[in-house]
Every structure is written in structure tokens, then in C-alpha cells.
């Protein structure tokens, strides 16, 4: 399951110009608090869990953070997708509110229906690393397949 969502990044970017890798941080941050449930950064975050800076948050999760983190990114995206233009048109302090705001929804909705507690669940470091290196593996597994398959793609559309 790949977590770091590329087409949340790639809309947010191509969104809002110069400003959208700095506000991809701060939804990517949002996500996971509200998956979470810290108010700190990321960064101040991992440091307190003392997390190497390699192990990302979607490595440390269980698959039942994995999956709350999807649907927190999922909900992320439509938001942003569904109210671009509006989003375009306001100043950077209240699109953060919104953010923040979206944030605070995905995360009563955890709370509220009992998964407010994903902190306790997190994986070890050496769990983390072990699900990064499975992840990276079926990744390139993936690629492989993909790769292979092509060549006959292209020779059944040629046909």
C-alpha cells in the first residue's frame, strides 16, 4: 500500500503555483495529525517517538493506520479537487484555516467512531524498517511486471 499520495502533492502543486509544495507540507502534516492525533509537527513528532528522519509516518503506521491514512488523504484530496478554484481565490492564512479545519473533522470522525488511538498502535523502528524494506521490494516487484507487460500491450494494440 503506497501512502505517500503523489497526485495529492501533484494537484496541490499545480494548484497553487510557487506556494503549493509549502501547502502540500502543511495538508501532508494536518494528515497526520488528524491520523494521529499530535499537535506538533511531523518533524517535532518523530524526534519525541525518536524516529530516524528515514522512517516516514505511513512506515510506522499498522494496517489500521495505513488504512486511516488513506482515507484521511482520500478526504484531503476530494476537498482540494472539489474546491480548487475557491481555494485559488483565498489568501494563504485562510486556506490553512481550511486545512486545519479538515483536519479537525478527520480527526473527531476518528475519535468518534473508536480509532482515536492509533498513536499506541504504531509499529517499532525495527517493524518500520522491515515494512519499508516489504514495501520497496513489492514496489520494484511491480515495476517489473508492469515493464513486462508492456511489450505485449504494445503488440496486441499493433495487431
Same mark, same amino acid.
Given at each position: 500500500?503506497?501512502?505517500?499520495?503523489?497526485?495529492?502533492?501533484?494537484?496541490?502543486?499545480?494548484?497553487?503555483?510557487?506556494?503549493?509544495?509549502?501547502?502540500?507540507?502543511?495538508?501532508?502534516?494536518?494528515? !497526520?495529525?488528524?491520523? +494521529?492525533?499530535?499537535?506538533?509537527?511531523?518533524?517535532?513528532? *518523530?524526534?519525541?517517538? /525518536? %524516529?530516524?528522519?528515514? $522512517?516516514?509516518?505511513?512506515?510506522?503506521?499498522?494496517?489500521?493506520?495505513?488504512?486511516?491514512?488513506?482515507?484521511?488523504?482520500?478526504?484531503?484530496?476530494?476537498?482540494?479537487?472539489? !474546491?480548487?478554484?475557491? +481555494?485559488?481565490?483565498?489568501?494563504?492564512?485562510?486556506?490553512? *484555516?481550511?486545512?486545519? /479545519? %479538515?483536519?479537525?473533522? $478527520?480527526?473527531?470522525?476518528?475519535?468518534?467512531?473508536?480509532?482515536?488511538?492509533?498513536?499506541?498502535?504504531?509499529?517499532?523502528?525495527?517493524?518500520?524498517?522491515?515494512?519499508?524494506?516489504?514495501?520497496?521490494?513489492?514496489?520494484?516487484?511491480?515495476?517489473?511486471?508492469?515493464?513486462?507487460?508492456?511489450?505485449? %500491450?504494445?503488440?496486441?494494440?499493433?495487431?
Amino acid at each position: 500500500m503506497m501512502l505517500k499520495n503523489a497526485s495529492l502533492q501533484e494537484l496541490i502543486a499545480g494548484g497553487f503555483g510557487q506556494t503549493g509544495c509549502k501547502l502540500y507540507a502543511i495538508a501532508a502534516n494536518h494528515i !497526520n495529525q488528524a491520523v +494521529l492525533g499530535f499537535t506538533q509537527t511531523t518533524t517535532s513528532f *518523530k524526534k519525541q517517538q /525518536q %524516529l530516524p528522519r528515514h $522512517i516516514s509516518i505511513p512506515d510506522i503506521l499498522n494496517m489500521q493506520g495505513q488504512v486511516a491514512r488513506c482515507y484521511a488523504e482520500t478526504c484531503f484530496q476530494k476537498f482540494v479537487s472539489d !474546491n480548487l478554484q475557491r +481555494l485559488r481565490d483565498l489568501p494563504e492564512a485562510d486556506l490553512i *484555516k481550511e486545512f486545519t /479545519q %479538515l483536519k479537525l473533522n $478527520i480527526r473527531q470522525g476518528f475519535v468518534s467512531t473508536g480509532m482515536g488511538d492509533l498513536q499506541a498502535k504504531v509499529l517499532t523502528v525495527a517493524e518500520a524498517k522491515k515494512h519499508k524494506a516489504e514495501i520497496g521490494l513489492q514496489s520494484r516487484k511491480q515495476q517489473k511486471l508492469l515493464q513486462a507487460e508492456q511489450p505485449k %500491450l504494445i503488440m496486441c494494440t499493433a495487431v
